[in-house]
């Protein structure tokens, strides 16, 4: 089973054929809403994945909340230990280009309720050998708090480090795999990297000091890991994207729940970055997470 500790959001999308430049007004062709949030997304791609989800998090007492989680219901995910505040639900305000590139502007609202003491309950039910998958857009004090409980109970910590906080390469030490996109891993490295070659000796020299599994997203390019001593490469699916929102999502979302049935690391590295392409052919976050049919069949 999977634990799932995040944020739970309700996007609000403008599709527009270019993003603005600072102080600039652009003419927007359409608008829709979707339920979002990077914990909620990852809940419902490792859902939709395959594997049995528990989802910790907060909503307010707005509107949003309940558009916000009827995906995840849908989908059958445990939302028992969902939390209600006062005050509005986390909104993320986004911009899409006629190229699937967007800019996202993130309220926190509810999720910034969330506490230590919900970090150490999420894993509390939690057996050894189970799953627990993280990101950061809520405190990082109940991120730490969950770590630190999940280290205690021999649980697998995944931790998703964007977006980028002031507490992410300390958060990111404490967890047994974490995954980063190109900027972020640079924020690890300490350092850029000016190819493929020299990431490449970065990532096996983190890997080498830390022991952790480190996984980098590139986009188009695929997906490089370390783990165990080794070097790993993974690549997506040739796609014209429509919208890149949650491509990064539903690969932690498919990883996990590929390391949760038992797949060899490698054919779940392979699944996840499938997944994530899949998912920039639909407009919106989750409604863009491909169905584990819909993987296998690309695959």
């Keep these: 089973m999977i634990t799932v500790l995040g944020s739970v959001n309700m996007d609000l999308i403008a599709t527009v054929e270019r993003l603005p430049t600072s102080g600039e007004t652009v003419g927007g062709r ?17 859902r939709r994945g395959g594997a049995a989800v528990r989802f910790h998090g907060a909503v307010g007492t707005d ?25 509005a639900t986390g909104t993320a305000l986004i911009m899409v280009d006629a190229h699937g590139e967007n800019i996202i502007a993130v309220v926190p609202g509810a999720n910034g309720a969330v506490h230590a003491d919900d970090g150490a309950n999420a894993v509390s039910g939690m057996a050894a050998g189970d799953h627990l998958l993280l990101q ?8 730490e708090a969950a770590l630190k409980a999940a280290r205690a109970a021999g649980v697998v910590s995944v931790i998703n480090i964007a977006p980028l906080t002031d507490d992410a390469t300390a958060l990111a030490t404490m967890a047994d ?10 924020l690890l490295a300490g350092q850029s990297h000016s190819d493929h070659l020299e990431r490449q000796h ?3 020299r983190l890997h080498g000091e830390t022991k952790q599994t480190l996984i980098v997203t590139l986009g188009a390019d695929g997906v490089i890991a370390a783990r165990d001593g080794n070097l790993i490469t993974a690549q997506g699916l040739v796609i014209e994207p429509v919208d890149t929102v949650g491509a990064g999502d539903t690969f932690c979302g498919y990883l996990a729940a590929g390391l949760d049935a038992g797949l060899a690391f490698e054919t779940a590295l392979q699944r ?6 899949l998912a920039c052919l639909t407009p919106g976050a989750q409604p863009s997470i491909p169905t584990a049919e819909a993987v296998d069949r690309a695959m």
């Excluded at 359409?30 to 791609?45: E, H, M, R």
């Excluded at 949003?64 to 209600?84: C, I």
């Excluded at 950061?136 to 991120?143: N, Q, R």
């Design 202 to 204: 970065e990532l096996m």
């Design 30 to 46: 359409s608008f829709a809403t979707a339920a979002g949030g990077k914990g909620a997304n990852q809940a419902l791609a490792a």
């Design 272 to 277: 996840a970055a499938v997944a994530g392409s």
């Design 177 to 186: 795999i974490v995954v980063a996109n190109e900027t972020e891993f640079e």
């Design 136 to 143: 950061l857009e809520i405190p990082s004090i109940a991120i």
């Design 63 to 87: 509107h949003f909340a309940e558009p916000a989680l009827a995906l995840l219901k849908q989908a059958g995910a445990d939302l028992s230990a969902v939390r209600t505040v006062d005050g």
